[in-house]
C-alpha cells in the first residue's frame, strides 16, 4: 500500500511539473518574434511535452484502478479529470500563442518591407515565411485535432471506468444487505433449534413420567389380582357341627 501512494505522488508531482514546463513553452511560443525555425522548435518541445503528459495520465489511470478501496480510485479518477481538463486549456493556450506569434512575424516582416522599399528579396522571403508559417499553423492544428480526438477518447474511458465502480459498488451494497437478511434467518433459525431443543427434552421428561405411571399402574393391578386370589383361596371351618 505504501510503494502505491509513492508511485501516485510521484506522478502527481511528474504532471505538474510537465504541465509548468508547458506553460513555460507557451509563454515562449508569445513572445516569439523570430524565425520559423524557432517556431517550429517550440511546437516540437509543446508537443513532446504534451506526449509525456499524456504517459503519465495513462500510468495514474492504471494506478487508480489498482487501488483495493473504492474512494481511492473515484478520488484518483476524479483527479485524472481535472488534469484532462488542464491539458485541454492548455492546448487552447497553445493555438492562440501560436496566432499572436504568427501575427507578429508578419507584422515584423511587413515593417521589414516597408523599410527596405521595393527590395524584391525582401518580399519573396515574406511570402516564404507565409507559406511557412500557414504549413506550420497547419500541422499545429492537425496535432491538435487529434490530441482531442485522444483526450475525448481518454474521456469516454473514464466514464466507463466510473461506471463499471458505480455498478460495483451498488452490487456490493445489494450483496451486504443479502448477507445482512441470511444474518437475521440464521438467527431465527438458531433461536427455533433452540426452543425445540428445550421443547424437546420436555417431551421426553413427559414420556419418562408416563412410563413411570404406566408401569405402576400396571404394578398395582399385578399386585391387586394376586391378593384377591389369595383370599378366595383361604378356606374357613364351619361353626356349624355336623348331624
Not at 509513492?6 to 518574434?33: F, H, M, N, S
Not at 518541445?45 to 489511470?61: M, P, Q, R, W, Y
Not at 452490487?171 to 443479502?178: H, L, R
Amino acid at each position: 500500500m505504501a510503494a502505491e501512494d509513492v508511485r501516485v505522488r510521484l506522478c502527481q508531482q511528474q504532471i505538474i511539473k510537465l504541465d509548468l514546463e508547458v506553460k513555460a513553452l507557451i509563454q515562449d511560443i508569445q513572445r516569439c518574434d523570430g524565425s520559423l525555425l524557432e517556431l517550429d522548435e517550440l511546437n516540437r518541445n509543446v508537443a513532446e511535452k504534451i506526449k509525456e503528459i499524456k504517459a503519465k495520465f495513462d500510468e495514474l489511470e492504471r494506478v487508480a484502478k489498482e487501488q483495493d478501496k473504492e474512494t481511492v480510485r473515484v478520488m484518483l479518477l476524479k483527479e485524472l479529470e481535472g488534469y484532462k481538463k488542464q491539458l485541454a486549456s492548455l492546448q487552447s493556450s497553445l493555438r492562440r500563442a501560436n496566432l499572436v506569434s504568427q501575427f507578429s512575424m508578419e507584422k515584423k516582416e511587413k515593417e521589414q518591407l516597408l523599410d527596405g522599399g521595393s527590395d524584391v528579396g525582401i518580399r519573396k522571403r515574406l511570402q516564404t515565411n507565409k507559406e511557412s508559417l500557414t504549413s506550420s499553423a497547419s500541422n499545429i492544428t492537425e496535432n491538435l485535432i487529434n490530441l482531442r480526438r485522444m483526450m475525448v477518447s481518454r474521456v469516454e474511458q473514464s466514464e466507463q471506468a466510473m461506471g463499471t465502480l458505480v455498478t460495483s459498488s451498488r452490487q456490493v451494497g445489494e450483496t451486504f444487505d443479502e448477507f445482512r437478511s441470511m444474518s437475521g434467518h440464521i438467527q431465527n433459525s438458531r433461536k427455533l433449534l433452540t426452543k425445540y431443543g428445550r421443547r424437546e427434552c420436555t417431551d421426553k421428561l413427559l414420556i419418562f413420567l408416563a412410563l413411570v405411571f404406566f408401569f405402576a399402574s400396571v404394578l398395582y393391578i399385578i399386585k391387586k389380582r394376586l391378593f384377591s386370589s389369595s383370599d378366595n383361596d383361604v378356606h374357613y371351618p364351619d361353626l356349624v357341627p355336623s348331624a
